[in-house]
């Protein structure tokens, strides 16, 4: 028996189907071991040795892989062909190695597609595992364990507020902090444009203002009214003829097919999938066979595919759309390793695969990959220049016209921040001469525009072209961004959080070097020098290691007054921007003698008045300059007849919120979100600090039922159990017929899940069982089922678009493959003497992750 391991179950059946029945395939479902999270996973001390810990969930999954290769005569690692891939083939030689189950042949199998032909042929060579790979591996994962356990440390006791920081994960919110900057520093500037507007031969098009007064004109030329008026004048009064045409020809050729990061960019700005998404569909359809290997940054495509794509084209097109060559690619991306395909279809003359989010994207890369062997577009671009006889005044109309469509015909690449284009327009036929009809002059105000901040797309393009780590790294550092709460993302783009700007502030501050883009981008080639057996790996990490380690000792000796001080220093430029009238930036705008400065807090970073507690003006870290949002301490609402205590609103880590009294036994509530500001008074603030309300007794169980406002949002309590409430009047509104029903809807699942489940489709019953086939929703998806077996529809199958065929294929499929083995019954034991019971050893702490 020949046992072959991939990393998914979904790749484990397909690869099965292929294969005879000498093969056995099991899946690691990834990465099967990893670095403990503690100190000494990797001693510098001792050449960089690493300590593995299996991961806990993974232990079921090497059981049987383990007991599977000792039964087999031959292993046959066959994971993906990437770095990644490598070192999982790696772990699980390792780990079988140390339980003594490797069987005597093991062999290294990869292949670009998971298709019968190309696991068919990776099989017939084989090859051992590549060394230079498992180091680079090696060699990034400690560097990345080096920096994260090491750094993090100093944040957490310098930095309040602060969870992490990582190599490339920083040198990313870098770049998106930096935009931020250039936003705020931008000082927008005023121009005004003047266009004509004409008819020829019953055409209308548009000429704009492009020389006055004999001078030539561009965009940021007149910056005032009144020259704008002057020259809607003299354009008004002007008559204006054809003084050249000027026709030349351009061409345009097709992208080439995608790698891992034009195909995040792309699916970002014509799907609107973030990059995380867009890889997760991208593995469905590659562990369904229907595209290669998606995480590459190759643009070649096997010299077969070419060939399959030609003729696709020709059998779409006519011979026109097939250029006399294949066209032949090269990647320009920093640091590029072409070791693999581009993304392209397993199989061209397939345009459609599955529905949904998979077909929108399959398109994509369909398009994309055969239009890469498409012809070029022949295009015609037209300038004509009117006259008005002087000579001082001059308009020009530019447009163009597509002679051939080419790759056009299928497919246009889309593009970050695009505006109108004047070329794109179409001219009507005009010869020197001619004097089209002036019909009427545009004036328009404009100001410049600053830099748009990163969307999902620009920021992967960046961080690719200034080499900042690997196009298959993109997605999980842009999502470790979102969840560390640095950034946060408005209308596609990304802004920076308070938090973000600070670790970024303390990351140039006193890791400088660190967070350089250049540093970033050289390491990044030092590990490829790995890869490549261009380097040794641990000789790249001593570098590394012997600058940064104690950097992190002189940081982590700075008491956090000193860091404070130092970060306030460095920020002062942002924070109390110079506000033209030579007077003090700092002085507090509460009492006028007290002088502003960055402050560090329980809750993070806080700008406060130097004459407190006298003066309780303090400000958020992010409002530079600014008083808006300023807290000038609490806001007395009014006296508790009740107590007689004062109530106040007050301002907190976690939102504004309302305090009865002072000290820390002191009553207190949030104010929820959905209380209109004009609405809050004294009133309601009373009302938040009488819950939790007692709606009553339950008629049935005779316990009391409670309303409350908590950590969730507003609830009803009862026996324990807990329902949620629409909205904080109804904690106040509801009455007890209604508290019943919704605790009630809360105990049975909120209506759901107790009823019968029905079906999404039927299809009739199946021709051999005879059994009625339904189409079900699953708690791990749809499956399709005739009552006795059930079916799993592959991720790339729409469950609307299932047909009867489709249905009796699946359901027969799996049938053929025998009934789901099931937990074997555990004999009974027999009775046996009774014996003392053995000291139990004691428990091993976990460690944390």
């Not at 990776?122 to 920096?147: N, Q």
């Not at 929108?360 to 577009?377: F, P, T």
């Amino acid at each position: 028996m020949q046992l072959v391991i991939v990393e998914s179950p979904a790749k484990a059946k397909t690869i099965e189907k292929y294969l005879g029945r000498d093969f056995k395939v099991l899946a690691s479902y990834g990465h099967v071991r990893d670095l403990p999270p503690k100190d000494g996973s990797v001693d510098p001390d001792d050449g960089f040795s690493m300590e593995w810990q299996l991961y806990p969930d993974k232990a079921k999954r090497l059981k049987d892989i383990q007991d599977a290769a000792k039964q087999a005569d031959r292993l046959i690692l066959a994971t993906d062909p990437d770095r990644e891939g490598e070192a999982i083939s790696w772990h699980v030689q390792e780990l079988l190695r140390q339980k003594k189950a490797l069987p005597q042949k093991v062999d290294r199998v990869t292949f670009n597609a998971i298709t019968k032909q190309a696991v068919t042929d990776a099989m017939a060579h084989p090859r051992g595992l590549d060394d230079d790979l498992i180091d680079a591996y090696r060699a990034r994962r400690a560097l990345d364990y080096l920096v994260g356990f090491t750094l993090s440390p100093v944040l957490w006791r310098k930095l309040p507020g602060a969870k992490s920081a990582g190599r490339v994960q920083s040198v990313a919110l870098r770049l998106v902090v930096e935009r931020e900057r250039e936003i705020e520093a931008f000082v927008a500037q005023q121009y005004w444009s003047i266009t004509g507007q004409f008819e020829m031969d019953g055409t209308p098009f548009k000429a704009r203002l492009a020389r006055w007064r004999g001078d030539k004109i561009e965009r940021l030329t007149i910056t005032n009214e009144a020259d704008a008026r002057a020259a809607e004048a003299d354009v008004k009064a002007g008559h204006f003829t054809v003084d050249s045409v000027e026709t030349k020809p351009l061409t345009r050729n097709p992208p080439p097919p995608f790698t891992t990061s034009t195909l995040q960019q792309e699916a970002a700005r014509k799907l609107g999938f973030s990059a995380s998404h867009t890889m997760r569909v991208a593995q469905d359809l590659y562990e369904d066979g229907a595209i290669t290997y998606m995480r590459t940054d190759g643009v070649q495509m096997d010299g077969s595919a070419i060939s399959a794509a030609r003729r696709a084209i020709a059998d779409r097109y006519d011979g026109g759309y097939v250029p006399d060559q294949p066209r032949q690619y090269q990647t320009k991306a920093k640091n590029a390793q072409e070791a693999h395909e581009a993304i392209r279809p397993t199989d061209f003359g397939k345009d459609k695969v599955g529905g949904g989010d998979h077909a929108r994207l399959y398109d994509l890369i369909w398009k994309r990959a055969l239009a890469s062997q498409m012809a070029s577009a022949r295009l015609e671009r037209t300038s004509v220049d009117l006259s008005d006889g002087t000579g001082k005044t001059m308009l020009r109309a530019t447009g163009q016209v597509i002679k051939f469509p080419g790759f056009l015909a299928l497919y246009d690449e889309g593009r970050d921040d695009s505006s109108e284009d004047d070329d794109a327009r179409l001219l009507p036929a005009m010869a020197k001469g001619d004097a089209p009809a002036k019909t009427g002059v545009e004036v328009e105000a404009h100001e410049t525009q600053p830099p748009p901040r990163y969307s999902e797309a620009s920021l992967v393009k960046k961080m690719e072209e200034l080499g900042i780590g690997r196009p298959s790294t993109y997605a999980s550092i842009l999502q470790v961004l979102k969840d560390r709460a640095y950034v946060r993302v408005e209308k596609n783009r990304f802004l920076p959080e308070e938090s973000g700007r600070l670790l970024t502030a303390f990351l140039e501050r006193f890791f400088g070097r660190y967070v350089e883009y250049d540093f970033t981008a050289g390491l990044e080639e030092e590990l490829d020098d790995v890869s490549g057996g261009r380097a040794q790996w641990q000789a790249v990490l001593e570098r590394f290691w012997r600058d940064f380690k104690p950097r992190t000792g002189e940081v982590m000796e700075q008491k956090p007054s000193e860091i404070t001080a130092a970060l306030d220093e460095f920020l002062g430029p942002y924070l109390f921007p110079d506000k033209g009238d030579g007077s003090d930036p700092r002085v507090c705008p509460n009492c006028g003698t007290g002088r502003l400065a960055l402050r560090g807090g329980k809750f993070g970073p806080f700008i406060a008045c130097s004459n407190y507690p006298e003066c309780r003006f303090t400000r958020k870290f992010a409002q530079p300059g600014g008083s808006d949002g300023a807290d000038t301490g609490p806001e007395t609402l009014g006296t508790d007849p009740e107590s007689g205590l004062e109530v106040t609103k007050r301002s907190g880590r976690f939102g504004p919120y309302i305090q009865l009294g002072d000290g820390k036994e002191a009553k207190r509530s949030s104010i929820p979100k959905d209380i209109p500001g004009e609405d809050f008074d004294l009133d309601y603030a009373l009302r938040l600090l009488s819950l939790p309300r007692d709606v009553g007794m339950h008629p049935e169980t005779g316990k009391p039922i409670v309303a409350g406002l908590g950590r969730y949002g507003p609830y009803l309590l009862h026996d324990g159990k807990y329902a949620k409430l629409t909205g904080t009047a109804e904690i106040f509104d509801i009455g007890m017929n209604a508290a019943v029903a919704r605790i009630a809807d809360a105990a049975n699942g909120g209506g759901r899940g107790r009823a019968k489940a029905e079906p999404l489709k039927t299809f009739g019953p199946h021709p051999t069982s005879g059994g009625e086939m339904k189409l079900m929703a699953g708690r791990f998806g749809p499956y399709v089922t005739d009552g006795t077996t059930n079916a799993t529809l592959p991720k790339t199958v729409e469950p609307e678009a299932l047909t009867v065929e489709e249905a009796v294929a699946l359901i027969d499929a799996r049938a053929a493959k025998g009934p789901a083995k099931g937990k074997k019954k555990a004999p009974a034991k027999k009775a046996a003497a009774k014996k003392p019971a053995a000291k139990k050893a004691p428990a091993k702490k976990k460690t944390a992750e």
